[in-house]
């Protein structure tokens, strides 16, 4: 057995494949049940057989790590010339294709959840003396809906595996560069130490990435651009200015100043000047962010400066002020992500309120 797996397949006398779910650069993710513990889980494999060795120290780096924020390795398994990796299934999307892909730019709250709970899952696996080595927005698994109930991060030691194909790609320039999927999509997260000499990625590299990451989430832009045109900016450290909203409104001014300032220690040049994961978990816990339930509606009634968001599915009013939209400002009818909290007035108050795509 070689490559794809089919719906059907029965592997290792215990697990029954339902479904593809995902594919990456370096590997194809399906959905199985699991007949022994009587439960859905991922089940992982090479595409190329000549990374088989690097998924094989994968799924051990990986099986280091237990904690809440990181998806947990349950089994490795070989049958025929075949191995497989197992993992939870986690009910859900990548930040990617979740947050990222429905609104412009989160706000500073959200932001500030995301980071705190993959600070926590990257120290845990610092702890364990495991380097991701490849954290970017579809490696980070979200479920829970709208509030990002649980976030874990996913796919450990892949970028090892993705190793030789990193350096044939960067020996072979600009094109080769270019025709790499894999490359591209990991390009704008990776540490300057890390385009320059594959052997000076640490732990800190995993900090650069992260901060990377935060950044993009905070003002919907990557922050050193995308595809060949990110290396040198990485190099150098040349970003540009965060964008003006992120300080205009009084109302996020604060947190996102302190947001901002832990997304910029992330990003320092010097690996030996960046926070550890665990600085990092300590500077997320003095962040000032509510854990609110976040629901969609439909912005109705917009006056000067005030109007009310038809909730959905109760179609209850949910009063607003304009001094609460964050990002780009909706406009009467559009759809809107908000949380709400209880107002003498009589309606409840929706803050903050952001217009999605």
Request: hydrophobic share 35%.
């Amino acid at each position: 057995m070689n490559g794809r797996i089919n719906p059907g397949d029965f592997l290792a006398d215990r697990y029954l494949v339902d479904s593809q779910v995902g594919e990456g650069g370096m590997q194809y993710v399906y959905k199985a049940y699991d007949q022994t513990l009587e439960k859905y889980i991922a089940l992982k494999t090479p595409k190329d057989s000549s990374a088989e060795k690097r998924f094989v120290r994968s799924a051990q780096s990986a099986a280091k790590v237990n904690h809440p924020n990181v998806a947990k390795t349950l089994d490795y398994f070989e049958e025929g010339n075949q191995k497989f990796l197992v993992e939870e299934l986690i009910l859900g999307k990548d930040l990617s294709a979740s947050l990222l892909a429905f609104v412009e730019a989160a706000d500073p709250y959200i932001t500030a959840h995301i980071f705190h709970h993959i600070a926590r899952g990257l120290a845990a696996s610092h702890h364990a003396g495991v380097i991701h080595r490849d954290l970017k927005p579809t490696n980070i698994m979200v479920s829970g809906g709208l509030n990002l109930e649980v976030i874990k991060i996913t796919d450990f030691g892949i970028a090892k595996m993705a190793e030789q194909e990193f350096d044939e790609a960067i020996d072979g320039g600009q094109e080769s560069i270019g025709n790499s999927k894999t490359v591209l999509g990991a390009l704008p997260y990776m540490a300057p130490e890390g385009i320059l000499d594959k052997g000076k990625i640490s732990m800190a590299s995993d900090i650069w990435s992260l901060g990377a990451m935060m950044h993009e989430v905070i003002t919907g832009e990557k922050p050193f651009g995308a595809g060949l045109k990110a290396i040198p900016q990485i190099l150098n450290g040349s970003r540009d200015a965060y964008p003006r909203f992120l300080f205009s409104n009084n109302q996020f001014r604060g947190v996102n100043i302190e947001v901002t300032k832990v997304i910029d220690e992330c990003l320092k040049l010097d690996p030996t000047e960046r926070p550890t994961a665990d600085q990092l978990v300590s500077e997320c816990s003095n962040l000032c962010y509510p854990e609110t339930q976040r629901i969609k509606g439909n912005l109705r009634d917009k006056r000067y400066k005030w109007g009310f968001i038809a909730e959905r599915p109760t179609n209850q009013d949910v009063f607003y002020h304009s001094d609460s939209f964050y990002g780009p400002a909706p406009t009467e009818g559009d759809e809107v992500w908000f949380a709400k909290y209880p107002s003498r007035a009589g309606a409840d108050r929706a803050h903050p309120v952001l217009k999605l795509k």
